[in-house]
């Protein structure tokens, strides 16, 4: 498994008895042991390294953990966890919130509870008017404009399945943070979609990254600890578990189409996110501060490919909905 870009926390020692508990609780955090978990969704154990990396597969599904981590393999993708894997002898251990709110909405969707059908989709196009967003400034690129660009195609591509897709901007002006949120509530919408476009302070990284609202009482993917907000609820957190379908898919048909550098599926509580009345994610679609990146973003078939791919993710999403509704 290739080594998490965010790190990894610092846990306790392992215990020396030979017990392995169905769940235990450590630092506060409840856990679950993860065979137990996963042998629910017919996933059968495999070791890849003694008592440290763990595989689970059936004719589907791939998941691979390992202890200490903050980051899975799912299918091949880059899921990152909101605490790290911890072991007893025998078995590894996953934190009962990334269990049940991360693994268990993907691995069985049809179990998901259905609030309400999709038919209204919101797009988000980054930054705008004086807010440029990250730059280029060796070629002049402004991720607004390219966001905007991105959004136009995306909407002409889910307008042609049916549903009702609305703009936050549809030109280059400012637009605060909560208006974006509040537009969305405004348009019932049932799908708030935030595009966006990177950048690194090494030229070198590149990549494609889609980020979900963190849950309740865990960290961020790029904190280290626990802060004193992340207990709090936000209203984005009353669709977590959507929120994780719709990023997986997401994720997967963009990494699957673009070619691009796997930067994971991550948690953030980005504003946009916080505040969503519906499902949300936010697309980091890749890096303007990459060169070979930022010439592929700047060209009109990439950003194309894009929405194609992010469009892809929604009608996989949009079927994942539709089977739910059929077993309630």
Known sequence: MAQPTRPGGRLPARNPTTSTPATLKLNG???IDAKVFFARYGLKPEWLAPNTRLAFANRWTRIEIEYDKREALLNGLRVYLGDPVTARPGTLYLAQIDAEGLFAPILRPNALKITRPLRTIVIDAGHGGKDTGTQNKQFKYDEKNFALAVANQLQKQLSGSGWRVLMTRSDDRFI???????????????LFLSIHFNAAGAATVNGTETYILTPRYQRSTSSERLGSTD?????????D???TVLGYHIHRQLLSRLGSADRGLKRAR???LRQAPCPAVLIEAGYLSNAIEARKIATTAYRQSIAEAVAAGVRYYAAALDTAAKKQ
């Open 29 to 31: 955090v409840a856990y």
């Open 176 to 190: 605060d943070l909560g208006a974006r949120s509040e537009m969305a509530a405004k348009a019932g919408a049932d």
């Open 231 to 239: 207990a709090i609820a936000q209203p984005g957190n009353d669709h």
């Open 241 to 243: 578990a959507w929120n």
């Open 270 to 272: 980005f504003a946009v």
